[in-house]
C-alpha cells in the first residue's frame, strides 16, 4: 500500500509521540506508584452498618500526623461529617457505599474515585495547606445529589 | 457562488429511488423529532445550573438530564446513523435498496420507535431517571430497560439490511472492490453489532430480571464493565459515520477526490479493532479492578490516536491538493479557495476544527493517572459536547442540508444555505462558550451531572458560579440554533422547490489497487474477538468467579 512521503514521516511522529507518552505513563503508574485508586477488597453492602470498622465511621490515628478515615457514603451525605486533622497530615480514605453508586471527591486535591456498593474505595493524600476542603459526591445518586457533601477542616 | 452553479447543473447521477428514500427520510426525522425535544431538556438544564431558573414542581433535573442524555446520545445519533448509511449504500450501489434490505429496514424501525416510546413515557411518568448511563443499583422500570433492549435490536436489524445488500452487491460484481462508503458503513455495523452484544447481555440478565424482582440482587461490578465494553465503542459509532462524510463526502463537495481508498479503508479497520478492548478507562477511578488491567485499556485506547491521526492527514492533504488545483498558491493560499459560503462544508469543517481540542482532551482523560483530575467532573461533559456535539453534531447537520433534500427531490436553495451558515455560527459559537466553561470548571472540581448547588455557600462551589452562568449563555444560543436547524430542515422536507440536490460521492482520482486483505472480513472480527478476549477475558471471569455480594434496587429519586 502506497503512503505519500509526507504521511509516513507524519505518522511516524504521531506514533513515536504516543509510544513516549505511553512509557510515561507506565513508569509513572508502576515505578512511581501513582497508579489510578485500585482498592480490591470487598464487603456486603446490605451489613455496611454492622461491618467494622464501618459500623463506626470516624478518623483514626495510625502514626505522627497519619490517619485512617473510614467513611461511608450513602443518599445523601457522608459519615463522618465532622472531621479535623492538624496540617502536614496524611488521610488514607476507606470509602464504602451501603447503597447506590457515589463519587468521592476533594476538589483542589487529586483524590477522586467512585464508591461502588459491594467494595471497598482506597485513596492517599497528605494535607500541607490549612483550609476548610469540600468533599462532595460526584456521581448521580438520586433526588438530593446535588446536597451531597461534607468539608475536612486542616487546621 | 460555488454553490448555485452546482446546483443549477443536473446532478451527475440518477437520484436515489422513492422505496430507499423513503425509509431513510424515515429515520432522518425521527432523529430530528428527538433531537428538537433533546435541545429543549439541555437548554433548560443549562439555565437550571446556571442558577437562572428553577422548574416547576412537577418535573425536576435529573429527569431532563435522562430525556436530554436519551434523546440526544441514544435516539438522535441512532436514527440519523442509521438513515444516513442506508440512503450512502442507496446512493453507491445503483440508487436503490432491493427487497431484503428494506424488509430489515422497516422492521429495524419499527422496533427502535418501540423502543424509544416505551423510553420516551417512562422517563416522562418519572420511573426513570437513571440518567443514559442507567447504573445499577438504581433500578428504572423494567420497560426502561425492555425499550432499550428494542432500540438495540432494531439496529441489529438495520445493520443486516446493510450486510444484505453489501451481498447481494459483491455477488453482481465478483471480483471488485466494494465501493468505499459501502465498506465504511459495513465496518461500522460490524464494530456496533459487536459492541452491543455485552449491554444486550447485560440489560437481558442483568437488569431486566432483577428490576422484574425475580432475583433479588444485581453484581454491580460485572454491570458496569458490560456497560463500558459498550459505552466506549459507541462514541465511535457516532464518530465513524461523521468520518464517512469526511473521506467521502466532503472531497466531492470541494470539487476534490478523495485522498487514498486503501488508507481510508485502512483508518476504518483500524477504528474497528481499537473501539472495542478499551472500556477501563472509563474506570480508571474505580475499586476491583486492578491497575495492570486498567494500563492494558490505557495503552489500547491510545491506539486510537493513530486512525485519528490518518483522518486528520487526509482530510487536510484534501483541502491544500484541491485548493492548490483551483489556483491557491503560497503557503496558505489555497485554503482561501475552498468554498467557504457553502454550508455543506462550512458545517462538517467547522465541526474538525472542535475535533482537534475535543482529541487532545480525549487523551487527557484516558491517560490513567491525569484523569483523577477531570473523572466525573463537567470537563468530562464539556469534552463530549465539542467531540459528539459539536464535530459530530455539525457533520450530521451539514449532510442534513443536502441528504433531505436529496432525498425529497427539493432543491438546497440559497437562502437556506446562508440559514444554514447562520445556524452553524450559532452553535459553534454557543458550544465554544459552554465547552470552555464546562473544562474550565471541571479542572476546578465542579461535578457533572448535578444539579444547582452552592454546597452550603462553600466558597470553592462559589468560584464556579460565573461560569455556570457562561455556560447558560452557550446553552441559550445552541437552543436557538437547535431550532432554526428544525426550521431549515422543515423547509427542505415540505416546501422548498422541487428540484434535483446532489447525493455527494468523491471517488478517488486515478483508480487505486486497494490490497484485499482489508476485505477479508473473518481476519478482521478474528482480530477484534482476540482482542477483546485479550482485554476482557481474565478480568470478567475474575468478576464472576470473585464477586462482591450483589445489590438490592434502589430508587432515590
Not at chain 1, 478515615?69 to 496540617?87: C, L
Not at chain 2, 472500556?279 to 491506539?303: C, D, R
Not at chain 2, 482537534?356 to 470537563?379: E, F, K, M
Not at chain 2, 427539493?410 to 452553535?427: E, H
Amino acid at each position: 500500500m502506497h503512503l505519500h512521503r509526507y504521511e509516513k514521516i507524519w505518522l511516524m511522529l504521531g506514533a513515536g509521540g504516543l509510544a513516549l507518552f505511553i512509557v510515561l505513563l507506565c513508569v509513572n503508574a508502576f515505578a512511581m506508584g501513582m497508579a489510578p485508586p485500585s482498592n480490591m477488597e470487598m464487603i456486603d453492602p446490605e451489613k455496611v452498618m454492622e461491618t467494622p470498622p464501618f459500623d463506626k465511621p470516624g478518623l483514626k490515628q495510625v502514626g505522627d500526623k497519619e490517619y485512617d478515615a473510614y467513611m461511608t457514603a450513602f443518599a445523601f451525605g457522608f459519615s463522618p461529617t465532622k472531621m479535623e486533622v492538624p496540617a502536614g497530615s496524611t488521610i488514607n480514605f476507606h470509602v464504602t457505599s451501603p447503597d447506590v453508586v457515589h463519587g468521592f471527591q476533594i476538589p483542589e486535591t487529586n483524590i477522586n474515585f467512585m464508591v461502588l456498593p459491594g467494595h471497598i474505595s482506597s485513596a492517599t493524600h497528605t494535607f500541607d495547606k490549612p483550609g476548610e476542603y469540600l468533599i462532595l459526591c460526584n456521581e448521580y445518586c438520586g433526588a438530593g445529589h446535588q446536597v451531597m457533601a461534607t468539608t475536612i477542616i486542616v487546621k | 457562488m460555488v454553490i448555485a452553479r452546482k446546483l443549477d447543473e443536473a446532478i451527475p447521477h440518477t437520484p436515489i429511488q422513492r422505496s430507499a428514500a423513503t425509509l431513510s427520510l424515515a429515520y432522518v426525522w425521527v432523529a430530528y423529532a428527538a433531537f428538537g425535544l433533546a435541545a429543549l431538556a439541555g437548554m433548560l438544564q443549562g439555565m437550571v445550573r446556571g442558577g437562572i431558573i428553577e422548574l416547576p414542581s412537577w418535573t425536576n433535573y435529573y429527569q431532563i438530564l435522562t430525556a436530554h442524555g436519551v434523546l440526544m446520545a441514544l435516539i438522535f445519533t441512532t436514527f440519523f446513523i442509521v438513515g444516513f448509511i442506508f440512503s450512502g449504500v442507496a446512493r453507491t450501489t445503483g440508487g436503490s435498496l432491493h427487497g431484503a434490505a428494506l424488509k430489515f429496514g422497516w422492521a429495524g424501525w419499527i422496533l427502535m420507535v418501540t423502543g424509544t416510546l416505551m423510553a420516551v413515557v417512562t422517563i416522562v411518568m418519572n420511573e426513570a431517571s437513571v440518567l443514559y448511563t442507567f447504573y445499577a443499583p438504581l433500578k428504572a422500570s423494567p420497560y426502561f430497560y425492555i425499550g432499550s433492549a428494542l432500540l438495540v435490536v432494531g439496529s441489529w436489524l438495520a445493520g443486516f439490511g446493510v450486510f444484505a445488500s453489501y451481498r447481494k452487491w459483491k455477488k453482481e460484481n465478483p471480483g471488485k472492490m466494494s465501493p468505499l462508503f459501502v465498506f465504511m458503513g459495513v465496518t461500522t455495523y460490524v464494530m456496533w453489532i459487536i459492541a452491543t452484544l455485552p449491554v444486550a447481555v447485560e440489560v437481558l440478565f442483568q437488569l431486566i430480571p432483577w428490576s422484574l424482582g425475580l432475583v433479588p440482587t444485581i453484581n454491580i461490578m460485572l454491570s458496569r464493565t458490560l456497560f463500558w465494553f459498550f459505552g466506549h465503542p459507541l462514541v465511535y459509532f457516532w464518530l465513524m459515520p461523521a468520518y464517512m462524510a469526511w473521506y467521502v463526502c466532503i472531497p466531492r463537495i470541494i470539487g476534490g477526490h478523495v485522498f487514498s481508498d486503501s488508507l481510508s479503508r485502512l483508518a476504518f479497520i483500524c477504528l474497528l479493532l481499537f473501539s472495542i478492548p478499551v472500556g477501563f478507562h472509563h474506570q480508571l477511578m474505580e475499586p476491583g479492578i486492578s491497575a495492570g488491567w486498567k494500563m492494558i485499556h490505557v495503552v489500547l485506547t491510545l491506539i486510537v490516536v493513530i486512525p485519528s491521526l490518518m483522518t486528520a492527514f487526509s482530510m487536510f492533504a484534501v483541502f491544500e491538493t484541491t485548493g492548490r488545483k483551483k489556483g491557491g498558491s503560497g503557503l496558505f493560499g489555497w485554503l482561501k479557495k475552498l468554498p467557504w459560503t457553502d454550508v455543506r462544508f462550512f458545517a462538517p469543517f467547522v465541526g474538525m476544527l472542535f475535533f482537534i481540542p475535543g482529541g487532545a482532551g480525549g487523551i487527557i482523560n484516558a491517560s490513567n493517572q491525569i484523569n483523577a483530575v477531570i473523572h466525573n467532573t463537567i470537563w468530562v461533559t464539556g469534552h463530549f459536547h465539542i467531540t459528539v456535539g459539536a464535530a459530530v453534531a455539525l457533520t450530521f447537520f451539514g449532510v442534513s442540508f443536502w441528504l433531505i433534500p436529496a432525498l425529497t427531490g427539493r432543491k438546497l436553495t440559497k437562502i437556506a444555505n446562508r440559514m444554514g451558515m447562520v445556524q452553524t455560527v450559532f452553535w459553534a459559537v454557543g458550544m465554544f462558550l459552554m465547552s470552555l466553561a464546562m473544562h474550565t470548571m471541571g479542572l476546578q472540581g465542579a461535578p457533572r451531572r448535578t444539579d444547582y448547588t452552592t454546597y452550603m455557600d462553600h466558597p470553592t462551589a462559589l468560584g464556579w458560579m460565573d461560569y455556570q452562568r457562561v455556560m447558560a449563555f452557550g446553552g441559550g444560543l445552541l437552543f436557538v440554533s437547535a431550532v432554526l436547524l428544525i426550521l431549515i430542515l422543515l423547509y427542505l422536507t415540505f416546501y422548498a422547490p422541487k428540484g434535483n440536490t446532489e447525493y455527494p460521492i468523491a471517488e478517488t482520482e486515478t483508480k487505486q489497487e486497494v490490497p484485499r486483505i482489508l476485505e477479508r472480513w473473518p481476519v478482521w472480527v478474528g482480530l477484534v474477538a482476540f482482542l477483546i478476549i485479550l482485554a476482557y477475558g481474565y478480568p470478567i471471569m475474575e468478576q464472576i468467579q470473585h464477586q462482591a455480594p450483589g445489590s438490592p434496587p434502589f430508587r432515590t429519586w
